[in-house]
Nanobody, 127 residues
Framework: QVQLAESGGGLVQAGDSLRLSCVAS????????MGWFRRAPGKERQFVAA????????SAANSVKDRFSISRDNAKNTIYLQMSNLSPEDTAVYYC????????????????????WGQGTQVTVST
């Protein structure tokens, strides 16, 4: 079973950029479809972005697709979420998630699709 640990969160100002990282341990990341999700105060956890096993396919929520990008480095067992032009509406706890898949091009976009989660990292965007 893979374990996930997010890092890179913090307090930033509106318009700033931030890069989150998620490091996997226990197993190699190359067998896993990976996703980023977030939970804002008082809201349900929601999809942010996902990336296929080989990194060739990605998907992002409409609310972030022009500002956030997901990437992965399987050799480093790490995925990233590059966030730019942050706004207070992006304030949330950000989680990475993993789902093992036999297909290199699969993507999963829902919370229920992912069995493995990290502890989350807080991102706070001030005005």
């Amino acid at each position: 079973q893979v374990q996930l640990a997010e890092s890179g969160g913090g307090l930033v100002q509106a318009g700033d950029s931030l890069r989150l990282s998620c490091v996997a341990s226990g197993r190699g990341l190359s067998s896993y479809v990976m996703g980023w999700f977030r939970r804002a105060p008082g809201k349900e956890r929601q999809f942010v972005a996902a990336i296929s096993r080989d990194g060739g396919r990605t998907s992002a929520a409409n609310s972030v697709k022009d500002r956030f990008s997901i990437s992965r480095d399987n050799a480093k067992n790490t995925i990233y979420l590059q966030m730019s032009n942050l706004s207070p509406e992006d304030t949330a706890v950000y989680y990475c998630a993993a789902r093992e898949s036999p297909y290199t091009t699969s993507l999963f976009l829902t919370v229920a699709a992912y069995p493995t989660w990290g502890q989350g990292t807080q991102v706070t965007v001030s005005t």
